[in-house]
């Protein structure tokens, strides 16, 4: 059974950092892309970063020069350090791998990031 479980959130002032993590079992995720999408209220779930199984990245406008997808194969665990955070990124993030062929797409619970002085 696969289980994607994020944690990290939190509240955090303008300007301040958090780092958040998803923890994979009964999966090797390092053999598939990864993502992590956010949901702000009234909002649709937008993509804001991948990482594919050679390592290459991809950043929404809005992530990119301050978040960093990353992962610890060896952990099982994929992580988005985020810097530099504004109000804008208060949201619900989840962490993703997509569906394949014979294979469904997964999703975390969600851990909550509230950006607010």
């Known amino acids: 059974q696969v289980q994607l479980v994020e944690s990290g959130g939190g509240l955090v002032q303008p300007g301040g950092s958090l780092r958040l993590s998803c923890a994979a079992s009964?999966?090797?995720?390092?053999?598939?892309?990864m993502a992590w999408y956010r949901q702000a209220p009234g909002k649709q779930r937008e993509l804001i970063a991948l990482i594919t199984s050679t390592g290459n990245t991809n950043y929404a406008v809005s992530a990119k020069g301050r978040f960093t997808i990353s992962t610890d194969n060896a952990k099982n665990t994929m992580y988005l350090q985020m810097n530099d955070l504004k109000p804008e990124d208060t949201a619900v993030y989840y962490c993703?791998?997509?569906?394949?062929?014979?294979?469904?797409?997964?999703w975390g619970q969600g851990t909550q990031v509230t950006v607010s002085s």
């Open positions: 993703h791998i997509p569906s394949g062929p014979g294979r469904r797409a997964y």
């Open positions: 009964g999966i090797i995720f390092s053999a598939y892309i």
